[in-house]
């Protein structure tokens, strides 16, 4: 059997005001890429391992429900331990199992939608490293050579979902401006979050992306997927 895992509503404006360590004289800016990073993982203490995020499977995404303030949308395998908060913050039991073969769903996933590539150079041995954005959907500019965000949707999903429809599309880069400069010190990450629909195909494979997360990028708000039954 399984443990338990943890599903949390986490308020951007509770982690925007919340004392941490690092934070900046200014405060936070919710477009920062370790402020995502540092408030999530802030919600369980101490975890003292050597890969805190992947081995207590904390997953994340900044989400958007009509009616309510913006808020992190957190999964992970430990309890929250976060005594200020209490009261204030959304927790119950996530079930991550899976729907049978054939099953109709609905999905949300926030992904990193980027293509890496190498090319020969002369000043590296291993060659030049490009990272590419994975183009817009109906994107007649883009390269040919390169999958619409459809397909690649799809193909991230493949063997777990199968006849991947999206249905919206919004993206952001954090720790840049409009752009496309760096804003800071830290990182910058592309987050690409979709809805979609599909057909469960093999749900073992599926509950192992409910857990694990998809893609990369897990520790900036990249990976978590959510799915529900479409009656």
Request: charged residues 30%; aromatic residues 6%; glycine residues 8%.
């Amino acid at each position: 059997m399984n443990p338990p895992t943890y599903l949390i509503r986490y308020p951007v404006h509770e982690a925007l005001l919340r004392t941490q360590e690092n934070k900046p004289e200014g405060g936070w800016d919710v477009d920062d890429p370790r402020f995502r990073h540092r408030a999530v993982m802030g919600l369980f203490g101490d975890l003292g391992e050597d890969h805190p995020r992947q081995d207590s499977r904390i997953l994340f995404r900044l989400d958007h429900t009509p009616g309510l303030p913006p808020y992190f949308l957190v999964q992970a395998a430990v309890p929250v331990e976060a005594p200020d908060l209490a009261g204030r913050l959304d927790v119950r039991e996530a079930d991550l199992s899976a729907p049978v073969e054939g099953t109709a769903v609905a999905f949300r996933l926030a992904v990193n939608a980027i293509q890496r590539r190498t090319k020969a150079s002369e000043r590296r041995a291993k060659g030049e490293r490009t990272i590419t954005p994975i183009p817009f959907d109906h994107d007649d500019a883009a390269p040919m050579d390169l999958p619409r965000m459809s397909e690649w949707v799809a193909r991230k999903l493949e063997g777990a979902l199968a006849d991947v429809a999206l249905n919206n599309h919004q993206r952001q880069v954090l720790g840049a401006d409009r752009r496309g400069r760096k804003t800071g010190a830290g990182p910058t990450v592309q987050v690409d979050t979709v809805d979609g629909v599909g057909y469960v195909e093999d749900p073992a494979k599926l509950e192992r992306l409910l857990r694990e997360g998809v893609g990369r990028a897990k520790s900036y708000g990249c990976g978590l997927l959510s799915i529900r039954r479409i009656p």
